[in-house]
């Protein structure tokens, strides 16, 4: 390894570290003193308490567009409501620490191995940029399974309560203490926000947008319409957690249906990729030229183009709605 690929890597740890240590966002406990003396303040009955706690919010808001880490990334309040769907406690620093190192490592280590500058920032950048979103995608979705394969016996649970003359938040209540997982995360999630002033409704209601499952949204809709119209509650609930457990049922018969065709559709998404990865190990020279070419980089980016397009037609193909 020559001198300058090493200053390289090292300038790029250096900014790193530095990046971290610099633009770090405030420590967890903190985070929660704040939120604990926020939500005592809107609870509070005199007026100095109610003034502080605006005074309080304004100098948040106010410090949000400092030189913290999370301030730089886009669209923040979408990924941190992805972040708090996978139910894991990661915040957004520690997401883009995490990509930041990723796009270090990958670019570091390309060009230990004498790979071309502009070939190895692409692809640290496409990694850094990509891979931790996927792994949150990933982790929300198996969240959501979990919460999808146990709801229904959070229903037949809430019927038996019910019908033993429970009242609805008691049964909430026994939910969330027998059910581990997720369906008893979301259901002390809810209890905890009836607690503190909201109404049953509401409290569902940003659950469902927070799993963002048509399952749960079924239950409030169902919770909604009982308590404006009248009703048996326990029939009616019984009678969704045979529907649910039917439709989780014909899920499983497409995707077994579908099984050949998306395996299908990732090999020949695949192919190219790893025909590429092929030939430049062997011979590296030959498509040197992608690199530093302009009509080279033309048409290679015109190609990924029209591979991406193949590949968003494959991914409409093999998905199928419920």
């Known amino acids: 390894m020559n001198l300058p690929v090493i200053l390289i890597i090292a300038g790029a740890f250096a900014a790193f570290a530095l990046l971290v240590i610099l633009l770090g966002g405030p420590s967890v406990g903190k985070a929660k003193t704040r939120r604990l003396a926020m939500v005592k303040d809107r609870h509070a009955a005199s007026t100095e308490a109610v003034v502080a706690a605006q005074m309080r919010k304004t100098i948040q808001s106010a410090g949000r567009g400092g030189t913290t880490l999370t301030s730089l990334m886009p669209r923040r309040e979408e990924m941190e409501k992805r972040l708090r769907r996978t139910g894991k406690g990661w915040t957004l620093t520690q997401y883009m620490i995490a990509s930041m190192a990723l796009f270090v490592v990958v670019t570091g280590g390309l060009l230990a191995v004498r790979a071309p500058f502009m070939m190895a920032a692409m692809i640290g950048l496409f990694l850094s940029l990509g ?21 229904p016996d959070a229903i037949d649970l809430l019927v038996r309560g019910l019908r033993s003359g429970l009242p609805v938040t008691e049964t909430f209540q026994i939910v969330s203490q027998e059910l581990p997982g997720p369906v008893g995360e979301e259901f002390k999630g809810v209890i905890e926000r009836i607690r503190i002033g909201n109404t049953m409704e509401a409290a569902l209601q940003e659950t469902a947008v927070m799993l963002g499952t048509p399952e749960f949204q079924f239950f409030c809709i169902t919770i909604q319409i009982q308590r404006e119209t009248g009703g048996n ?5 019984s009678n969704l957690s045979d529907v649910l457990r039917k439709r ?4 499983l018969k497409i995707r077994a249906m579908s099984s050949e065709a998306k395996a299908s559709a990732y090999i020949v998404g695949a192919l190219p990729f790893f025909v590429f990865g092929v030939v430049w190990s062997m011979n590296p020279e030959y498509l040197a030229g992608f690199f530093y070419e302009q009509r080279l980089i033309i048409t290679g980016l015109g190609g990924l183009i029209w591979m991406s397009i193949g590949a968003g037609i494959m991914a ?7």
Do not use: D, H
């Not at 989780?248 to 899920?251: E, G, L, T």
């Not at 409409?316 to 419920?322: A, G, L, R, V």
């Open 131 to 151: 891979l931790p979103y996927l792994v949150v995608g990933r982790a929300i979705k198996k969240r959501v399974a979990k919460f999808n394969t146990r709801f």
């Open 233 to 237: 509650l326990a029939e009616t609930l």
């Open 248 to 251: 989780a049922q014909m899920k």
């Open 316 to 322: 409409k193909m093999i998905s199928f709605e419920i």
